[in-house]
T-cell receptor, first 114, second 107 residues
């Protein structure tokens, strides 16, 4: 098992554009969470999805949205990109949605907005 | 409001010295607390969680609800412990990470 995989690994977008980031969880994991990590800070929680439904949301604007597919993979969408959206976006999967469950992280997608 | 505070951005110790990475949290309910570690060029990974009450790689962490702390400790630091350490709190279907502490163990 390759673990949690994210694509692409890097991308550069222009302000105002839209971006879609993708995440494939570990086989058998039904929960996917998304995080934004700005340089020098810890990961900031964006969303948690479990069984294709949003279960938790962080303090991010409505420009951020996500969904989970029947195979439990997930997409994070960001509209009207701002320079401040430049960050490492991390995806994590876990077997259950309970809060004491270990999360397994992907390698991240580095987004640069110019 | 949920909050995790790691007061030290960088902690530098000599090999064999004791290590304590501090973590304080703010949460109104009963949180689940974790320590995650990121070694150079590797993914973020779980080191330990308070519910397991286990020692991993010689590290332990005790949840002190009175002081709302979950400090990570190791009696004798090793060079391979050099990494970025994040304290995290899960509650209400959110997981909050601290800003992280970089541990550097000198030979």
């Amino acid at each position: 098992d390759a673990g949690v995989t994210q694509s692409p690994t890097h991308l550069i977008k222009t302000r105002g554009q839209h971006v879609t980031l993708r995440c494939s969880p570990i086989s058998g994991h039904k929960s996917v969470s998304w995080y934004q990590q700005v340089l020098g800070q810890g990961p900031q929680f964006i969303f948690q999805y479990y069984e294709k439904e949003e279960r938790g949301r962080g303090n991010f604007p409505d420009r951020f949205s996500a969904r989970q597919f029947p195979n439990y993979s997930s997409e994070l969408n960001v509209n009207a990109l701002l320079l401040g959206d430049s960050a490492l976006y991390l995806c994590a999967s876990s077997y259950r949605r309970s809060e004491n469950t270990e999360a397994f992280f992907g390698q991240g997608t580095r987004l640069t907005v110019v | 409001a949920q909050r995790v505070t790691q007061p030290e951005k960088l902690l530098s110790v000599f090999k064999g010295a004791p290590v304590e990475l501090k973590c304080n949290y703010s949460y109104s309910g009963s949180p689940e607390l974790f320590w995650y570690v990121q070694y150079s060029r590797q993914r973020l990974q779980l080191l330990l969680r308070h519910i397991s009450r286990e020692s991993i790689k010689g590290f332990t962490a005790d949840l002190n609800k009175g002081e709302t702390s979950f400090h990570l400790k190791k009696p004798f630091a090793q060079e391979e412990d050099s990494a970025m350490y994040y304290c995290a709190l899960s509650g209400g279907f959110k997981t909050i990470f601290g800003a992280g502490t970089r541990l550097f163990v000198k030979a």
